[in-house]
């Protein structure tokens, strides 16, 4: 096991920067997803950590080795990709050793490397079976089989549920990430799935553009996003967004909504413009409350998400199924000051996050 540090990492493609500024600590034995949307710059930084593509300048380090010049094959790394890449004219047991073959490992240790590997994966039944005779859930654990026998100091894994279905993909991860809590080893994954990173890793780093937003645990980066595109990738159904003024009086005022602000604002001015964030699960029916019209509802088993319209204003509910709403309904919604996420209109930063301040108003909510 080791550790991955990556120090002032650019990378350009002629003028295109690709990743830019990075700076990023994988601890020992952690398991780190790298999320964010496409074309953020997340699987270039994996493909620098495995050697596929050189940084334009700044440091990588394995362990106590500086590896940013060597090649793949001499970073004792292995790398899981997105299309399993096995080899067809090969059985399950050959294309998980052929890696360690090539390498000039003896038969006994290769047997011995595929057998443990096999039985970790559940896979002792299909040895001889060829990629073809397999279930894509079956190719990607062979995949991951191959891997694995390698015993290296650091696994790199490049979306590797992105091609199942999604029954499929839930019953994958958890496998997964029982699979490397009890080996211990580095993981470094990239991923699009919030869901996936949430549930799997032991923290998350997130990506806009080539750069770094925020890294942390899981909770962490939901409970307390550092900027207003981490709390809008992280969370789903997504958390609603309001453009807004602080009024004469400190109060929050959205269009015709008005609302408590959740803290004394130090240094703001009346007229200023924030962005208000809501969390779904945050907006609750209430007798007393925002009054608000049903939009949509999406059913998802045990809950549903409510689209409303309140005060001219769009917001997302989470609410359970047994709130047996319809489309036109009117309801009454209630926004606890102390909930909402306060960030910079114009740098995006953070200005409040819930449970940082325990100073909050009484709730009030009222529309012009």
Not at 47 to 63: D, F, H, Q, V, Y
Not at 103 to 108: L, V, Y
Request: charged residues 25%.
């Amino acid at each position: 096991m080791s550790s991955v540090s990556l120090s002032s990492i650019e990378k350009k493609y002629g003028e295109v920067s690709a990743v830019r500024d990075l700076d990023l600590e994988i601890r020992d034995g952690e398991f780190m997803s790298l999320l964010g949307p496409s074309g953020c710059g997340k699987t270039t930084t994996l493909n620098m950590i495995a050697g596929l593509e050189l940084p334009t300048s700044g440091t990588i380090r394995i362990g106590d080795r500086d590896v940013t010049r060597l090649t793949a094959m001499h970073r004792d790394i292995a790398m899981v990709f997105q299309s399993y890449a096995l080899y067809p004219h090969m059985t399950v047991e050959r294309n998980m050793g052929f890696a360690l073959m090539v390498r000039g490992h003896r038969p006994d240790e290769i047997a011995r490397r595929v057998a443990r590997a096999s039985e970790m994966l559940s896979l002792g039944d299909y040895l001889g079976r060829y990629p073809r005779q397999l279930s894509g859930g079956q190719r990607q654990r062979v995949a991951l089989g191959r891997a694995l026998v390698r015993e290296p100091e650091v696994f790199l894994l490049d979306e590797p549920l992105s091609n199942l279905d999604a029954v499929l993909r839930v019953q994958t991860r958890a496998e997964l990430s029982g699979l490397f809590k009890s080996l211990g080893t580095t993981a470094v994954y990239v991923t699009h799935d919030q869901a996936e990173a949430m549930t799997m890793s032991d923290r998350i780093a997130v990506f806009s553009h080539g750069r770094l937003q925020q890294v942390g645990e899981p909770l962490e980066i939901y409970r307390a996003p550092a900027n207003r595109f981490v709390a809008s990738f992280v969370g789903s159904p997504p958390m609603t967004f309001l453009d807004a003024v602080l009024g004469e009086g400190g109060e929050i005022v959205s269009g015709d909504l008005r609302l408590s602000a959740p803290v004394a604002l130090a240094g703001a001015r009346p007229g200023q413009p924030i962005v208000v964030g809501i969390r779904p699960e945050d907006v609750r029916l209430a007798d007393e409350g925002l009054p608000a019209i049903v939009d949509v509802i999406e059913h998802l088993g045990s809950l549903q998400v409510v689209h409303l319209t309140a005060a001219g204003e769009r917001i997302v509910a989470q609410l359970p199924e047994d709130a047996r709403l319809r489309r036109g309904d009117a309801v009454r919604v209630r926004l606890e000051p102390a909930q909402l996420y306060l960030f910079d209109a114009d740098a995006g930063a953070s200005i409040y996050t819930p449970g940082r301040n325990d100073r909050s108003p009484s709730h009030t909510e009222t529309s012009k």
